[in-house]
């Protein structure tokens, strides 16, 4: 089983002159963070919309600058500059950025229920049905470790886009992306068959490089890019978020958001924690759809994250899906669950339009099997997704 330079500036004095507000920025600290989760002396600092960025990101050595789903940047600060910003008149609050987790993937050799189960409630189903037209004209983002784009399971649907978590390496060195990928859009193991995938990678290394200010980056990089995708992805673009941060980060909720307004899909992982997904970013901000886990008896998965911000449930322990070699593995986590809906989702705006995120997330629900599942604790929306858009 596998459970998958400082910018130093002296002039303190002149920062002391230049301030123009009465109290300093809010640093905000997520409730419940360790200081092992958060990254030393560095910070997202949002800037407040009628501010330019560019000037004060420069000011303070930037390491990411966000201009679409939030205004600011990220950088390393000491104490002193640390104070020095959150006394600059354009800041509108600062908080340190917390270490990102891709939602942890367990491996079984030989195992293999989840697409079934997406086209029949009932145990023990072996067939995946669904409509012809599979998401055909649809795009989405996978924000993560990147995707093997060459393996032959996606034919070709599949593109490098973007590489930002820092280890300068345009493939997936991890293979949870892959894995998420494969979920999503893959010939055989995808929820959606015709469906474009678009990398974008926000985690690297061996899954030790990137953070909370890299996947930021990655929303942030979407909600530019998304606007040339138009003509290539005519019938709707959405985005998978199977990375993120437990406890919950504002800033990371306030850029999902952002992307929810601009008309995306966001469907995310709720977490392997066996707890409220209101302790995990993205899936704490409301407007995105949080996707938990199942299992193969009609239950929650027993490490499933759960409460009242849950949307909708999917199979997602010991499920099939391909490592970043290619090769048939059997995974569970959040992490699959989150494509399949996402997969799902494409094939529903080449089906029947583009329903609008917020829209297309309800109508999920409804086509959904309601009090299908057991093992789910009070307050916690009972749905497991089904591809009842393949008889409609």
């Known amino acids: 089983m596998r459970i998958c330079s400082f910018l130093f500036f002296s002039g303190l004095a002149l920062a002391a002159a230049e301030i123009k507000r009465s109290t300093p920025a809010d640093l905000v600290v997520p409730r419940d963070v360790t200081s092992a989760q958060l990254v030393e002396q560095k910070y997202i600092v949002i800037i407040k919309p009628t501010a330019v960025s560019s000037e004060i990101s ?5 390491t990411s600058v966000y201009n679409t789903t939030l205004n600011g940047f990220a950088a390393f600060l000491n104490d002193d500059e640390l104070e020095a910003l959150r006394w600059e008149s354009d800041v509108e609050y600062v908080q340190q950025v917390q270490t990102a987790n891709i939602s942890s993937v367990i491996t079984q050799e030989n195992a293999g229920w989840g697409l079934s189960r997406i086209s029949n409630s009932t145990v023990g189903s072996t067939s995946y ?10 795009c989405i983002y996978i924000l993560d470790t990147g995707i093997s784009v060459n393996d032959p399971e996606f034919e070709g649907r599949a593109t490098f886009i973007k590489e930002l978590s820092g280890d300068g390496v345009s493939d997936d060195t991890v293979g949870h992306g892959t894995s998420v990928a494969a979920c999503a859009a893959s010939k055989t193991y995808g929820t959606s068959k015709k469906a474009k995938l678009f990398a974008i990678k926000v985690v690297g290394g061996n899954g030790e490089i990137g953070d909370s200010s890299t996947v930021i980056a990655g929303m942030d990089f979407i909600g530019q890019d998304y606007v ?17 941060t437990q406890p919950p980060m504002q800033s990371m909720n306030d850029a999902a958001r952002a992307l929810v307004e601009a008309g995306l899909f966001v469907g995310v992982a709720a977490g392997n924690f066996n707890e409220d997904a209101s302790n995990r970013s993205p899936g704490a901000e409301p407007l995105v759809c949080t996707v938990g886990a199942s299992d193969s008896s009609n239950n929650r998965a027993d490490f499933s994250n759960f409460g009242e911000l849950m949307d909708i449930y999917a199979p997602g322990k010991y499920v099939d899906t391909i490592d970043r070699f290619g090769a048939p593995i059997s995974s569970s986590g959040t992490s699959l669950a989150s494509p399949y809906v996402v997969g799902l989702a494409a ?18 629900q409804e086509l959904g099997v309601e009090g299908a599942l057991g093992n789910m604790p009070n307050g916690t929306i009972n749905i497991l997704a089904n591809n009842v858009a393949a008889t409609i």
């Open 228 to 244: 040339s995708r138009q003509e290539e992805c005519p019938a709707g673009i959405l985005v998978n978020m199977s990375v993120g």
């Open 58 to 62: 420069t000011k303070y050595n930037a």
């Open 129 to 138: 049905s669904y409509d012809e037209s599979a998401g055909e004209g649809t």
């Open 347 to 364: 094939n529903l705006m080449a089906l029947e339009g583009n329903l609008g995120p917020i829209a297309l997330c309800q109508r999920l």
